[in-house]
């Protein structure tokens, strides 16, 4: 018994689609396939759904692949199937009983046709009126030849129902849908849409950009609920601060200059009626910082621009500007303009994602243009050139006072010379040479209004270098660009990097303030290390979960755009310290791997340079790839290592072909998005340490070396370990101890609980749990911590493993759970 075949017959539904049409829709009306999709949710509202929940699987390319759609809406009776069918006819539109109830988004009565984008085949299953009734669209019946056939229309009982759905239901997880389809407490009615036989299109679902369209183009309703494959989908919001906000129609300079428009008040609510289009409301929101930068998700979707809602609906989910020519770029990256213009519902095109020209949308952007020229940038560049005065560097430490910024230094110069520091960390050595002539310039700044750190320079230093270094001598302050604080964060001050600058400088002034007040250099070297130590922590306390950089990395093989941050990304999860860098002639970035020292007081640690190499084509050929340069980047970054990621290479499967070779004798490794989206799966449940992916580059070059070594680690077998009563005891030491716990506490902790583990067992546990939920685990040399109470902690465990694809949850649920489920 199939969906396609189950129940009896009791009707036919006569459908008339033109193949002309149909080719349309496919080619240029919905050839999005996410914007498909939306369409499947928006029937659900305009159905009066409250719940509506989605299943899209995490590979929609193999065999039986499908989607599904299920509501708690008001469904179809026969009657309502039929009209459902009658192509370019709306039953929503016309009744204002309807619209009183929720204002009806579908309008044309073909939005249902975007599903052929996606399928061969469309079931509907309708629960309404106590019947439980189906039908199939096969979209391989339209023709030139055939455009005219009919449905099958048929009743079905409730057990089949429950039996042909169950499959479907289930495949989706554990409790997928947020009511009930069948037996007491059931939903009185609803619609199950299964999409089959899925077309290539569909494969170019992500669920980043999916997600972000269900969220952004959705109506805003609370009494509409949206979940996607079991998690509940949110409006989507802006944390940044906001600067200033225009309300639209509130003491509006613009509405007053134009002739065509007036503004109104109606209680706390403002309104703009233009000559051909009324009660238009919203607002502008200027943000302090750009809307674009930092953004890691910013290939997925747009936080910035104008949003134009009709009916509570966004129509123009990809044209930021409507079309418009391009605004001052610096504030309108910072803006978010959200309009609601009901009345341009009679203007939109027939896919509802975008407004057909006509003169009330012309007023409303003539409006909108004078509105940002006149107000937002007016205010963005007054704001800006008030911030930019007086912000040099030597100018605000001249206004500092003389026992802040300069008889540190001078003194710090005094000791030096007479013989009482010997290794500062921060502030280099001035020449012995040059005594008298650095004394003397320095006692002479004491009095003048010149700073003696005159300007700062950024530079390429060793990612083990503090984070700054002082040459007394020129008077020049080089900040480290490889050092993990500077290099994460200098993306997020790309407007200024005057915070980090400070913060540099505050380091170094620091260390003279110390040997200033005599303290016993040892210490002032403890002190200092120490805090670069924690500026290291906290540049990384923003790692990224594993599941989530696994599915950035999938999404990357799909789109490309963002593989160059997903990788980044991926080094981070891995445990490793990560730097971007970037730009002509050098590598992606540089990731260290910081392991201390071994027997003989030999270090461990080993680095990498990294590339990720994106391509119009499916797969990189071996000149493309241009592994001697990438070796070249290892070299110029004194690195140990070498890796290029791609989504694939011309014959990656083949040890003999092009990409091989040049791989094992450049000694480049050359892995492919999936292997490193599967090791940074396999880390935690297979208890790999960055000490055991050394192996990987030492010994691996060609990706088939690549995949078969991560094979063999997702093929190896191991003993899952105690998790829970790892975090329990570390959370009870924390609790009931008085000094932090250390690993050989904890060890002997579990061993009273007759679990016996080594320590090097138990910190390699702990590293995985970092690299599963960073954040929640901290390791500080032999101190271990954890944030929160065990229970949380554990949920937040099983909460991220519902993001990791199916045929790999078992595995995690049997490593955290500490018992063997596969048996």
């Known amino acids: 018994?199939?969906?396609?075949?189950?129940?009896?017959?009791?009707?036919?539904?006569?459908?008339?689609?033109?193949?002309?049409?149909?080719?349309?829709?496919?080619?240029?009306?919905?050839?999005?396939?996410?914007?498909?999709?939306?369409?499947?949710?928006?029937?659900?509202?305009?159905?009066?759904?409250?719940?509506?929940?989605?299943?899209?699987?995490?590979?929609?390319?193999?065999?039986?692949?499908?989607?599904?759609?299920?509501?708690?809406?008001?469904?179809?009776?026969?009657?309502?199937?039929?009209?459902?069918?009658?192509?370019?006819?709306?039953?929503?539109?016309?009744?204002?009983?309807?619209?009183?109830?929720?204002?009806?988004?579908?309008?044309?009565?073909?939005?249902?046709?975007?599903?052929?984008?996606?399928?061969?085949?469309?079931?509907?299953?309708?629960?309404?009126?106590?019947?439980?009734?189906?039908?199939?669209?096969?979209?391989?019946?339209?023709?030139?030849?055939?455009?005219?056939?009919?449905?099958?229309?048929?009743?079905?009982?409730?057990?089949?129902?429950?039996?042909?759905?169950?499959?479907?239901?289930?495949?989706?997880?554990?409790?997928?849908?947020?009511?009930?389809?069948?037996?007491?407490?059931?939903?009185?009615?609803?619609?199950?849409?299964?999409?089959?036989?899925?077309?290539?299109?569909?494969?170019?679902?992500?669920?980043?950009?999916?997600k972000w369209v269900l969220?952004?183009?959705?109506?805003?309703?609370?009494r509409f609920k949206l979940y996607y494959n079991g998690n509940e989908i949110y409006s989507s919001k802006i944390s940044k601060p906001i600067r200033k906000t225009w309300i639209l129609g509130k003491d509006d300079p613009t509405v007053n200059s134009k002739d065509y428009a007036v503004s109104r008040q109606e209680g706390d609510k403002y309104f703009i009626d233009f000559d051909n289009l009324k009660g238009v409301y919203g607002q502008i929101d200027l943000f302090e910082d750009s809307l674009l930068a930092n953004d890691k998700a910013s290939y997925l979707s747009r936080s910035h621009g104008i949003f134009l809602m009709v009916r509570g609906r966004l129509v123009n989910l990809d044209d930021s500007l409507l079309g418009m020519e391009a605004f001052s770029h610096g504030a309108f990256n910072r803006s978010r303009i959200v309009i609601h213009a009901d009345g341009l519902d009679e203007n939109l095109t027939s896919t509802r994602e975008s407004i057909k020209e006509s003169e009330p949308l012309w007023q409303l952007k003539d409006y909108l243009k004078s509105k940002f020229n006149n107000e937002v940038k007016k205010f963005y560049f007054e704001e800006e050139n008030k911030e930019n005065?007086?912000?040099?560097?030597?100018?605000?430490?001249?206004?500092?006072?003389?026992?802040?910024?300069?008889?540190?230094?001078?003194?710090?110069?005094?000791?030096?010379?007479?013989?009482?520091?010997?290794?500062?960390?921060?502030?280099?050595?001035?020449?012995?040479?040059?005594?008298?002539?650095?004394?003397?310039?320095?006692?002479?700044?004491?009095?003048?209004?010149?700073?003696?750190?005159?300007?700062?320079?950024?530079?390429?230093?060793?990612?083990?270098?503090?984070?700054?270094?002082?040459?007394?001598?020129?008077?020049?302050?080089?900040?480290?660009?490889?050092?993990?604080?500077?290099?994460?964060?200098?993306?997020?001050?790309?407007?200024?990097?005057?915070?980090?600058?400070?913060?540099?400088?505050?380091?170094?002034?620091?260390?003279?303030?110390?040997y200033e007040l005599g303290i016993d250099e040892s210490k002032i070297n403890a002190i200092m290390r120490r805090r670069d130590e924690t500026l290291r922590k906290l540049s990384l306390s923003d790692r990224v979960a594993a599941p989530v950089v696994a599915q950035m990395l999938k999404e990357a093989i799909v789109d490309q755009t963002g593989l160059e941050d997903a990788v980044y990304n991926a080094f981070l999860a891995l445990g490793f310290e990560t730097t971007k860098i970037g730009g002509t002639g050098t590598p992606d970035g540089r990731a260290d791997a910081i392991l201390g020292f071994g027997s003989g007081e030999r270090s461990?640690?080993?680095?990498?340079?990294?590339?990720?190499?994106?391509?119009?084509?499916?797969?990189?050929?071996?000149?493309?790839?241009?592994?001697?340069?990438?070796?070249?980047?290892?070299?110029?970054?004194?690195?140990?290592?070498?890796?290029?990621?791609?989504?694939?290479?011309?014959?990656?499967?083949?040890?003999?072909?092009?990409?091989?070779?040049?791989?094992?004798?450049?000694?480049?490794?050359?892995?492919?998005?999936?292997?490193l989206m599967r090791l940074i799966l396999l880390v935690a449940p297979k208890q790999i340490g960055l000490s055991k992916i050394r192996e990987l580059f030492e010994t691996c070059h060609s990706p088939y070396e690549v995949t078969e070594w991560v094979n063999k680690i997702q093929n190896e077998v191991v003993t899952f370990p105690p998790i829970r009563e790892i975090i329990e005891t570390i959370y009870d030491l924390q609790k009931n101890d008085t000094e932090p716990p250390e690993i050989a506490v904890v060890r002997n902790e579990l061993r009273r609980k007759s679990i016996h583990l080594s320590i090097k067992e138990l910190e390699s546990l702990i590293e995985s749990l970092k690299t599963f939920i960073p954040g929640f685990i901290d390791k500080d040399g032999n101190v271990v911590g954890i944030?929160?109470?065990?229970?949380?902690?554990?949920?937040?465990?099983?909460?991220?493993?519902?993001?990791?694809?199916?045929?790999?949850?078992?595995?995690?649920?049997?490593?955290?759970?500490?018992?063997?489920n596969e048996k």
């Open 215 to 222: 969220s952004t183009a959705l109506p805003l309703n609370p």
């Open 389 to 514: 005065r007086e912000r040099s560097i030597s100018y605000r430490l001249s206004q500092t006072s003389f026992t802040q910024s300069k008889r540190p230094l001078y003194v710090f110069a005094q000791k030096f010379f007479d013989g009482d520091i010997v290794n500062p960390i921060l502030i280099e050595k001035p020449p012995n040479n040059l005594k008298s002539e650095l004394l003397d310039r320095l006692k002479e700044e004491l009095s003048s209004e010149d700073s003696i750190i005159k300007k700062v320079e950024w530079l390429l230093l060793n990612s083990g270098d503090p984070i700054a270094k002082l040459d007394l001598v020129q008077g020049k302050m080089k900040i480290n660009m490889l050092h993990p604080y500077i290099a994460n964060y200098h993306e997020a001050y790309k407007k200024s990097g005057q915070p980090l600058e400070y913060l540099a400088i505050t380091e170094v002034l620091t260390e003279a303030h110390l």
């Open 604 to 675: 461990n640690n080993y680095s990498l340079t990294y590339d990720a190499k994106s391509t119009q084509e499916t797969k990189i050929q071996a000149a493309t790839a241009k592994l001697s340069g990438i070796k070249r980047h290892q070299k110029d970054y004194n690195a140990d290592f070498s890796v290029v990621i791609a989504v694939d290479y011309a014959g990656s499967n083949d040890p003999e072909s092009a990409i091989s070779k040049e791989a094992i004798q450049q000694k480049v490794t050359v892995m492919r998005a999936k292997d």
């Open 1 to 210: 018994m199939s969906i396609e075949s189950c129940g009896v017959k009791i009707d036919t539904i006569d459908v008339k689609i033109s193949y002309k049409i149909i080719e349309l829709f496919s080619g240029g009306l919905y050839s999005s396939p996410n914007k498909a999709f939306e369409e499947l949710v928006c029937n659900s509202y305009d159905a009066f759904a409250n719940n509506v929940a989605v299943y899209v699987p995490s590979d929609l390319k193999v065999d039986g692949a499908y989607i599904w759609v299920c509501d708690d809406g008001e469904s179809m009776d026969q009657q309502g199937l039929k009209a459902l069918w009658n192509i370019g006819k709306s039953p929503k539109r016309g009744d204002p009983k309807r619209d009183a109830k929720r204002l009806q988004i579908g309008r044309f009565g073909i939005g249902k046709l975007a599903t052929y984008v996606l399928a061969n085949k469309l079931t509907y299953f309708c629960k309404k009126d106590g019947r439980y009734l189906a039908t199939t669209m096969d979209y391989n019946e339209i023709s030139d030849e055939n455009d005219e056939f009919k449905l099958d229309e048929r009743e079905i009982k409730e057990t089949e129902v429950q039996e042909v759905l169950n499959p479907y239901i289930h495949s989706a997880g554990n409790n997928p849908l947020p009511f009930k389809l069948f037996g007491e407490d059931a939903a009185e009615s609803w619609t199950f849409s299964i999409l089959t036989s899925l077309k290539p299109k569909s494969s170019e679902i992500k669920d980043g950009r999916l």
């Open 787 to 820: 944030q929160g109470h065990p229970d949380k902690i554990l949920e937040r465990i099983y909460s991220a493993i519902n993001i990791i694809p199916h045929d790999l949850q078992q595995m995690y649920l049997s490593f955290f759970s500490g018992e063997d």
